[in-house]
């Protein structure tokens, strides 16, 4: 397998992968901070610190991980994501109480990746880790690490392992993903696609209301008459309406609805489906919901747009991403569980549960 290493620079071209992998899973982060970023001030301006209790949790394959190691883990994710509130003890506090959990998983899956990759003979160089180490701290790596709180060599590792873990998972996961999708597949993801996104039609129309205590069919006829011979859209003769009214008599003009075919009531449709834009409906007599009395109501269809299904070119790309990204999923969790078996991984702790190892005083 050492010669895997040839073909790095095809991994690189994938890396973008790799990075929306890890996002995605670090979007419990996000969430939790998007929260805490929009609280007031007042509430982060506190003489409280941050205390720590630290233990050691696990030991994988040799490898001890314990809180602080956690802890320096979540540092870099929450200066990188939030640096406007790195100074607030309250903050930290309550990103590490939601997040050291899920930390501690994704680096019990790393060691164990990172394990394999010594049997595999996969590597890193140092100049790709320097290089890399550049692009995430800057320039000034040495301030920016002071200002975390971590060693240059904390650092160091830690980006060596992060890129040693990504071309593990782009060889045995993603690459394994993607050559389990078929054109079938896609074919039939594409007909799934179909049946949510079908083809429509979007209206956008008026309605002019009569309202009248006796002879409604009359005045429903003369107001039709009126529009027919117009030709304009109802909002523009609202003097020509106004005149037409008569004591108990009231006519009125809707503002524009607009609604697909599948969102439209039966009444309506059937009112606007058989119209051309710019065209009159006969009236249409409906008993209102509002005070129990009959109304006459004219439809006029401003616009009609036919709105075909995306076609399968369109989604195709999109749909495959979606399958292999499913797929990568499941593969993932498959090697995970593969790995943990062939290296003997348990826990040390049965119970994370009621373990709050952050807190303020």
Not at 5 to 26: A, C, G, I, Q, R
Not at 91 to 100: D, G, L, P
Not at 108 to 116: F, G, H, M, R, T
Not at 245 to 269: C, F, V, W
Request: charged share 25%.
């Amino acid at each position: 397998m050492a010669g895997m290493t040839d073909f790095l620079p095809l991994y690189s071209k994938n890396k973008l992968w790799y990075h929306e992998h890890v996002m995605k899973k670090l979007a419990i982060f996000l969430l939790t901070l998007s929260t805490l970023s929009a609280e007031p001030l007042t509430d982060f301006q506190q003489d409280k610190k941050l205390a720590i209790q630290n233990s050691i949790l696990t030991q994988v394959n040799g490898k001890i991980i314990s809180m602080i190691d956690i802890k320096k883990k979540m540092d870099v994710t929450f200066h990188q994501n939030y640096p406007q509130i790195e100074h607030s003890s309250l903050a930290r506090c309550q990103f590490y109480e939601a997040s050291w959990k899920h930390v501690l998983k994704e680096m019990i899956d790393q060691e164990l990746i990172i394990a394999d990759a010594a049997d595999k003979e996969i590597k890193v160089t140092d100049g790709e880790v320097r290089e890399a180490l550049e692009e995430r701290f800057g320039p000034n790596v040495t301030h920016t690490l002071d200002a975390i709180g971590l060693t240059r060599s904390e650092a160091w590792d830690m980006i060596k392992n992060e890129m040693i873990v990504q071309r593990m998972m782009w060889w045995f996961v993603h690459q394994k993903a993607q050559m389990t999708i078929t054109p079938q597949d896609i074919k039939h993801a594409y007909y799934l696609y179909q049946k949510e996104h079908p083809s429509y039609t979007e209206w956008t129309y008026r309605v002019v209301s009569i309202r009248i205590d006796v002879d409604g069919e009359e005045a429903a006829q003369q107001t039709h008459q009126l529009l027919l011979l117009s030709g304009k859209s109802p909002d523009l003769l609202q003097t020509e309406l106004k005149n037409l009214e008569r004591p108990g008599m009231t006519i009125s003009i809707s503002n524009p609805y607009t609604a697909k075919t599948q969102d439209l009531s039966e009444i309506h449709k059937k009112s606007i489906e058989t119209l051309s834009p710019g065209s009159y409906s006969a009236p249409v007599a409906q008993l209102s919901r509002r005070d129990n009395q009959m109304v006459h109501r004219i439809f006029y269809l401003e616009t009609k747009t036919d709105v075909p299904a995306p076609s399968f070119h369109q989604v195709a790309s999109q749909l495959r991403d979606e399958l292999v990204q499913k797929a990568s999923m499941e593969e993932s969790q498959a090697y995970i569980t593969k790995l943990r078996k062939h290296y003997g991984y348990e826990t040390i702790l049965p119970s994370l549960e009621n373990l709050h190892p952050f807190s303020l005083q």
